[in-house]
């Protein structure tokens, strides 16, 4: 799929993981995910027939949870400090930040090509530009411009301090940043591997290359946050996860949501990750 195609997708997964205004509480999600973009009011009927699903599955009283989608880390923010939902699935990078002071614990992880990106590419067009060295002062347009601690110590593994390295501009979408670079409006961009093959089909883009490639980044988790849903619901709540995508009903909304499956929680793959962000 090319890039503008890849754009034509956009709404469906606004559809998918958007939300329905409603007060926080132990069993409410605070959704954040940002490959695809989205549209929180037009998803509201979809992120319903998620938590319906869940609802049944889980024997919660119908209606006894809600969701928001939040298309930026400052709406997140915002969101989880004044509305406290109980449950989130959220960016390797925004649970990261918020891993010790809210309490996170991952009860599944998401497993979707669509959703998460394995590994992240550097990438130019400028032939002078070789290596991360060469980008010193150059612009560099990410959806990750405002996580600058997850993009130094995670994608670049501690070889640069992001926020001093490079003329960060945060955009929503990866197709911005490809097209900013190939007008040379920016000097390099982050993409996903199979972002940048769509990439190098666009005129021009043959030009386009890594000159830094991540190692694998953490997976994105379904959280819960503190203690405001009980141990016995959150195992529940797991248990439910786990087999949705593999049920008739579940395995429609997992469709929808740009989800092969749930699966276990990989603790070594996250732990790595929290040593890596939190050294100092």
Avoid: N
């Avoid at 994608?155 to 911005?176: C, N, P, T, W, Y």
């Avoid at 141990?231 to 949705?244: G, T």
């Amino acid at each position: 799929m090319t890039l503008p195609s890849r754009a034509l997708a956009l709404p469906v997964l606004a559809v998918a993981l958007a939300a329905v205004p409603a007060e926080a509480g132990p069993r409410d999600f605070a959704i954040y995910v940002t490959r695809l973009g989205g549209d929180p009011e037009a998803a509201q009927p979809y992120i319903e027939k998620f938590l319906a699903y869940l609802e049944q599955a889980i024997g919660w009283p119908r209606g006894s949870a809600s969701g928001k989608f939040l298309t930026t880390r400052k709406e997140a923010l915002a969101y989880i400090d004044s509305a406290a939902p109980g449950l989130g699935l959220l960016e390797p990078s925004l649970y990261l930040e918020l891993r010790r002071s809210h309490g996170l614990e991952p009860l599944v992880q998401v497993v979707s090509k669509d959703l998460v990106s394995e590994r992240l590419h550097l990438v130019v067009k400028d032939p002078s530009i070789r290596t991360l060295s060469d980008l010193k002062g150059k612009r560099l347009w990410t959806t990750l411009a405002d996580a600058p601690v997850y993009l130094s110590r995670i994608v670049l593994d501690g070889r640069v301090d992001a926020a001093s390295h490079f003329e960060l501009k945060a955009i929503g979408q990866a197709m911005k940043g490809v097209r900013g670079v190939l007008r040379g409006e920016a000097d390099a961009t982050l993409l996903d591997e199979e972002q940048l093959r769509a990439a190098q089909k666009l005129d021009g883009g043959a030009q386009l290359r890594s000159v830094y490639d991540s190692q694998p980044l953490p997976p994105m988790p379904v959280v819960a946050f503190g203690k405001s849903l009980k141990e016995e619901e959150r195992r529940r709540l797991a248990r439910a996860l786990l087999e949705m995508c593999g049920t008739p009903k579940g395995a429609e909304v997992c469709r929808e949501m740009h989800i092969t499956r749930f699966a276990p929680v990989q603790g070594q793959a996250f732990l790595a990750a929290q040593k890596r962000y939190e050294q100092k």
